[in-house]
């Protein structure tokens, strides 16, 4: 077992971390499906390059790629209005179809066969290298340590949006900066353990410690422990019973989201009743 | 009550004796198989990793693919990079030395295969990923016939106490081929010449080897939905040339076909390239057996 599963684990023990911290801005903002419109732009960018005749490892094709999901993060960063009649998920899913339907007339139009470029932007967990996990973990270790250091504007403006553009800090900016980060950890999550994976990993731990907790730490620190729970047992139970061990996981994990969800109903004092309701 | 551990010993060595004896085989698709079957007989173990229904360009990876890599002794692949989107990665978590390339280990079932198609330029602008050419060479029994040869001296090479047994195996398979291939000819006669559509281009061995010409394609590109102008195109192309067959696989989109048919008049002919893809088709010679018959079937119509 240990030496089919080892680099999985690992995988799933090292990088979740930081997704589950970046979930819980994603689920406070209501922008549930960025980071699959994110991962969409990035493969548009792919596709772009194999349109121009460049190779899908070279290091210019990781760039345009870049570029794509910084030129995403621009669009979400300039046109999150937090109020108004059109909600910020209705830009995002817009996003997502508009670049899934460009890859499709791409794809169409180039000569190349797609199945490498289907291969490479959706990775399966189970066949993560020791290369890709270290490289990953070094990523994201910068990116957390970014976000560390200013996390008290991340924070207001995720949770006090209305304090946060008071206190006359460059919102779009800042929003700029949360996306290009987000876009940056989302896309090469994605290219390893592939789209069902990343997004379980953002928003079920995130909802499961909203659900049981009050407090940000408290929500945090039960997301992180149910994401090593879940990704452990869903390698486990892929191995045993032999099943495609990223759909294993994310099934864990929505047995997880029903337990949180019994126990919220016993430990969370119900909210007061909205008037408005 | 004495003597029942060392008899238990005994038993339990004969057990991990022929366990042992056992070539453990793994092939990427289920044609390989069916024919790693035929030569092996009961001295090899095999796996196939893609299900005979699943599409062989895209597989899904579940971890008993990587447990059966590591401790096999042999893997069939087509090496004509059918599979290039997905062996390389479990070869590269498997890490078995006697399946790396170049070792007796690997057989690659293109070897020494004239394959169709082959791009004339290498430059990616040209355009096909399948450089090496078209790798669906398996439904053409004369091919099928070489590859089994080349399974049997690998077999031998890793297991040279059974090589007789493998011989013969490769012997009565090639008298199977070689026999049927009347039949099979014979029943196709009438049909000599005609053109066919089929979804994806992955019948002309099938069609070189029996007089057929597979021209009209219902997919612009792998797994790439067809525009209207294309379907549109299609379908002038069938009632020009009175094409009256279209071949689909069970992963193809079956109701692109269906639309084709209904506007043309054209049969939809439900194939498939590997045994057990379609019912009572569980070795080679019965998958082309009903291939031929449903292919008649709907040209007689």
Not at chain 2, 6 to 34: E, I, N, W
Not at chain 2, 47 to 64: I, L, W
Not at chain 2, 211 to 240: M, T
């Amino acid at each position: 077992m240990w030496d089919v599963m080892m680099w999985p684990i690992l995988a799933c023990v090292l990088l979740p971390g930081l997704l589950v911290y970046l979930g819980m801005h994603v689920v406070r903002r209501g922008i549930i499906f960025i980071d699959i419109a994110m991962a969409q732009m990035a493969s548009l960018g792919v596709c772009f390059a194999v349109m121009k005749h460049m190779d899908l490892d070279s290091p210019l094709t990781f760039w345009i790629s870049l570029g794509f999901t910084l030129l995403a993060a621009a669009l979400f960063a300039f046109t999150g209005k937090r109020n108004g009649e059109v909600p910020q998920e209705a830009i995002i899913g817009i996003a997502y179809v508009v670049a899934a339907a460009t890859s499709v007339i791409l794809l169409s139009q180039s000569t190349e066969g797609d199945e490498q470029i289907k291969n490479m932007l959706i990775g399966n967990i189970l066949l993560v290298t020791k290369e890709e996990i270290f490289r990953t973990l070094g990523l994201f270790v910068g990116v957390g340590v970014f976000h560390w250091f200013l996390r008290k504007r991340f924070m207001l403006l995720s949770f006090a949006p209305a304090q946060a553009a008071a206190s006359g800090m460059r919102v779009k900016l800042w929003d700029f900066l949360f996306y290009a980060t987000f876009g940056l950890v989302v896309t090469s999550f994605v290219q390893i353990v592939g789209v069902l994976l990343v997004f379980t990993y953002l928003i079920v731990p995130a909802v499961c410690g909203v659900l049981t907790a009050q407090r940000f730490g408290v929500r945090l620190a039960i997301g992180v422990v149910l994401s090593l729970i879940g990704g452990v047992t869903g390698l486990m139970i892929s191995f045993y019973k032999d099943l495609p061990s990223g759909a294993a996981i994310v099934c864990v994990f929505g047995v997880l989201l029903v337990l949180a969800g019994l126990v919220s109903l016993f430990v969370r004092p119900k909210p007061p009743p909205s008037p408005s309701a | 009550m004495k003597h029942s551990i060392p008899m238990l010993l005994t038993v339990l060595a004969a057990f991990t004796g022929t366990a042992r004896a056992k070539l453990s085989v793994v092939t990427t698709l289920a044609d390989y198989a069916a024919l790693a079957r035929e030569i092996g007989g009961d001295h090899v173990d095999i796996t196939s990793m893609a299900k005979p229904t699943e599409d062989p360009h895209f597989v899904d990876a579940r971890p008993s693919f990587v447990v059966k890599l590591r401790s096999a002794d042999i893997l069939i692949e087509g090496g004509a990079e059918l599979e290039v989107g997905w062996l390389p990665p479990l070869l590269q978590t498997a890490r078995n030395p006697k399946l790396e390339a170049g070792a007796v280990g690997r057989v690659q079932a293109a070897e020494g295969i004239r394959l169709l198609d082959v791009p004339a330029t290498l430059s990616r602008a040209a355009g096909d990923v399948h450089a090496s050419g078209n790798p669906h060479f398996m439904v053409d029994p004369i091919i099928a016939k070489a590859v089994a040869a080349h399974i049997a001296r690998a077999f031998a090479a890793a297991d040279p106490a059974n090589a007789a047994s493998y011989a013969t195996n490769e012997k009565k398979f090639e008298a199977t081929i070689d026999a049927k291939l009347q039949d099979w000819g014979r029943a196709l006669l009438p049909f000599r010449g005609q053109h066919l559509a089929a979804y994806h281009d992955d019948w002309l061995y099938f069609a070189r080897r029996f007089g057929f010409d597979v021209d009209v394609f219902l997919e612009p590109k792998p797994g790439v939905p067809p525009s209207p102008s294309h379907l549109a195109e299609v379908i002038g192309k069938i009632k020009a040339e009175k094409i009256k067959a279209i071949i689909v696989e069970p992963y193809h989109n079956r109701k692109i076909a269906e639309k084709v048919a209904s506007s043309t008049g054209a049969h939809v002919v439900e194939a498939a390239q590997y045994p057990d893809g379609l019912p009572n088709t569980a070795t080679y010679v019965e998958l082309i057996d009903v291939l031929v018959t449903r292919l008649t079937t709907a040209l007689k119509n």
